[in-house]
């Protein structure tokens, strides 16, 4: 213990004896602070709207816009109106594209964006049947800057999304008004499907007449005897009743309609198709992503699972109503195939709801999961396409088809009554042969009778079909929808979803994120530069007597302690006053600090204790490689695999979450937890420092040995 005690009052009298040497001991303290403090402030918030918003990005809008029934739309316009309100980035609305371009390879635009000419007529060719996908150009510089193009690569979302909303909002306005200059021109399509139901009821009516005569005519037959003793009165009575169905059934002939106009029941089709395949798109985009990567995937569950499940089960609830009132007007075929497609939505709610945070033990059940979701997404996909392409004269053959077979059947009841005539003529003409006339009279008004049953019949059909379409809840909220206020819809389908996020350990800026990393690579390097700077082992002198291996460790420690103590006090006193860093637990924070300073100079000081100037080299190197991958500023998980697997014994890693729990908030007790495997690192150290000493000292002597031969290394 003696010995402990000259070294630290020999130590002490050395360093105040020269104003150099405090000089230097000040510099070791203060430049790594300096180091840490100048790097949070410029990392202060690099990455908000009023940093990002002075990186300047050039628009050149070349769009001419396209016509439409009358209507100019030039989407081109409305996304240099939106960008305009957008202050992420500094756009700057240039005349030309060439202007724009030369900027960027000049360097006075890190990127830009060029709209071209045909820009709005390529968005709106859906409309024509020739569907083409607009371009539109992005140029970066990606030599400017290292962070500079991450940032601008920002743009090309921020462009996607105005885009996406500008073309939605420009074409939710340009159906409104579609809707209601058809609604100011007193079109109405509940009113034409009530006008053709109320027609059908009409043409029912008359053939009930047709159908009783018929059935008179059967009839008379069972009195035969009858018909051959007044044979002319009831030729002349026959003729008249028969002049009087002609007539009758050409009034029907001429009511019947040519043909029914479907094109909104198809519209409707084709517009749930079109939104149930953007949804499932975007649940295959989200999820592909996410089964790639188990971060990603987590984020996914915690941030957008209960959207897509919410998703899910809308489109689910869409799906089944459409094919209940497909069914109910005898679209059979088409109802079932979006029977198939909720059988697989349910399918997916199923799947979606075993989802969870994923982690190694439940990571390919999470995966399977995933491909079984794509495989239903993909499928639903394929029997929508089918139905999109089906479904343009489906419809209408159905409706026009029972049409056709009404007229048919009139036609063919026409003809029969003209065969009636020449039999009438012949029993006129062939009174003998009265008995065989007869029979075929009784065989031409049973399929008399029969084809006006039928086609009365299917005149109601077409009357209940024309009346569900017209009392259709469906129809009338689509009806509704298209004739409300332009700017509300467009608005609506621009931005259906809104999301509110809810932080977790909320930290206000960037520089604060990056506190513990520049924290403890400061603390190091102050340990490093002691050990440069001060000498490690304790020479022998006068008043020392026989000093043991473990006296020399602990009396010369102490020095390398005090300024790594002082220095975690300087650096975190300085970022919490000077540099205003966000901390909710402050006088934890300098604990953690403190406690870093202490195992950083264990660890570099027992490196150099044991190794001499090759524990220098290891102590950089050592460095080297937490800076790395220590996860002070990337993932772990994005890191080459060997830093994943030295990544738990990193101190940098502990050190730094320990401070990150005292600056965003502490959970249960991490923070102790991290503190306590530091000082077992450190007692680590002690124990390499002691243990190694000896056997290390040939090899470190040949190594000096051989250093000082070359005559040219330290």
């Known amino acids: 213990m003696r010995n402990i005690l000259n070294i630290i009052v020999h130590d002490f009298r050395r360093l105040t004896a020269s104003v150099v040497t405090m000089v230097i001991l000040m510099g070791i303290i203060v430049v790594p602070c300096l180091f840490a403090w100048l790097n949070i402030l410029s990392n202060d918030d690099p990455f908000e709207p009023q940093a990002t918003g002075r990186i300047p990005v050039a628009v050149a809008n070349e769009d001419e816009g396209a016509d439409m029934l009358g209507l100019n739309i030039n989407v081109g316009e ?11 980035i ?6 030309s594209k060439k202007k724009a371009v030369d900027g960027v390879y000049g360097g006075d635009y890190y990127a830009a964006i060029v709209i071209p000419e045909d820009f709005s007529e390529k968005m709106m060719s859906f409309t024509s049947g020739n569907l083409e996908h607009p371009k539109v150009l992005f140029y970066e510089n990606q030599k400017t800057n290292a962070i500079a193009p991450k940032i601008t690569g920002k743009v090309r979302e921020v462009l996607e999304e105005e885009i996406d909303a500008t073309f939605v909002d420009t074409l939710g306005q340009y159906i409104t008004e579609a809707a209601n200059a058809a609604e100011a021109a007193g079109f109405d399509p509940q009113d034409t499907f009530s006008d053709l139901s109320g027609r059908m009821d009409e043409l029912s009516a008359d053939l009930e007449s047709s159908v009783a005569m018929a059935r008179a005519f059967y009839g008379l037959s069972g009195a035969a005897g009858d018909l051959l003793k007044a044979s002319e ?9 028969l002049d009087l169905g002609e007539a009758l059934l050409e009034s029907a002939d001429s009511k019947m309609p ?7 029941a198809e519209k409707v089709i084709h517009e749930l198709n079109t939104l149930l395949t953007k949804d499932l798109s975007a649940i295959d985009r989200d999820l592909s992503a996410a089964g790639d990567d188990m971060g990603k995937f987590n984020s996914f569950v915690q941030n957008k699972l209960e959207n897509y499940k919410t998703t899910a089960g809308s489109m689910k609830s869409s799906v089944d109503k459409i094919a209940k009132e497909l069914d109910s007007m005898g679209l059979t075929g088409l109802a079932s195939r979006f029977s198939r497609v909720s059988d697989k939505l349910q399918d997916m709610i199923d799947k979606l709801n075993n989802l969870e945070t994923a982690d190694a033990s439940n990571w390919s059940l999470m995966q399977g999961f995933i491909d079984d979701i794509l495989t239903d997404v993909s499928d639903a996909e394929k029997t929508i396409a089918g139905i999109d392409a089906d479904v343009d004269g489906t419809v209408d053959k159905k409706f026009n088809q029972a049409v056709k077979d009404a007229r048919a059947a009139i036609s063919k009841t026409r003809k029969s009554l003209g065969g009636i005539y020449g039999d009438m ?7 003998n042969r009265s008995e065989k006339s007869l029979k075929s009279l009784e065989s031409g008004l049973d399929q008399t009778v029969a084809t006006l049953v039928s086609l009365q019949q299917g005149c109601r059909n077409l009357s209940d079909l024309f009346d569900s379409f017209s009392d259709s809840d469906m129809l009338k909220d689509i009806n509704h929808l298209m004739t409300n206020d332009a700017a509300v819809i467009a608005e609506n389908l621009a931005t259906p979803i809104k999301m509110k996020t ?3 350990y909320p930290i206000r800026n960037f520089g604060s994120v990056m506190a513990p990393f520049y924290n403890v690579i400061a603390q190091w390097i102050g340990a490093l530069f002691a050990a440069v700077m001060i000498h490690v082992q304790v020479r022998r002198r006068d008043g020392l007597e026989k000093v043991r291996l473990h006296e020399a460790f602990i009396g010369r420690y102490r020095l390398f302690l005090e300024i790594g103590l002082i220095q975690a006090l300087l650096l975190s006193l300085g970022e919490l006053l ?4 966000q901390c909710v637990h402050p006088l934890l924070f300098i604990l953690c600090s403190c406690v870093n300073g202490l195992v950083f100079t264990l660890i570099v000081y027992s490196l150099v204790f044991a190794l001499e100037n090759l524990g220098l080299a290891v102590s950089v190197i050592v460095m080297i490689l937490q800076v790395a991958g220590g996860g002070g500023s990337f993932p772990v998980e994005v890191l080459p695999r060997p830093f994943q697997i030295m990544f738990p014994f990193m101190p940098f890693r502990y050190a730094m979450d320990a401070l ?3 600056i965003g908030g502490t959970y249960g007790a991490t923070w102790a937890k991290c503190l306590g495997i530091l000082l077992l690192m450190g007692a680590a150290a002690i124990a390499f420092g002691l243990l190694l000493h000896k056997p290390m000292k040939g090899i470190i002597e040949k190594i000096e040995e051989s250093k000082r031969e070359s005559d040219i290394m330290l």
């Open 502 to 504: 809810e932080e977790v």
């Open 233 to 241: 009165d009831l030729i002349d009575s026959s003729e008249d009743t």
């Open 578 to 581: 000077y540099v205003g860093i």
């Open 258 to 264: 040519e043909e029914i106009d479907t094109s909104s």
């Open 90 to 95: 500094g756009w700057d609305v240039v005349s």
């Open 425 to 431: 003529d012949l029993l006129d003409s062939t009174l």
């Open 660 to 662: 990150r729990e005292c």
């Open 78 to 88: 409305k996304f240099i109106d939106a960008i305009n309100g957008n202050d992420m």
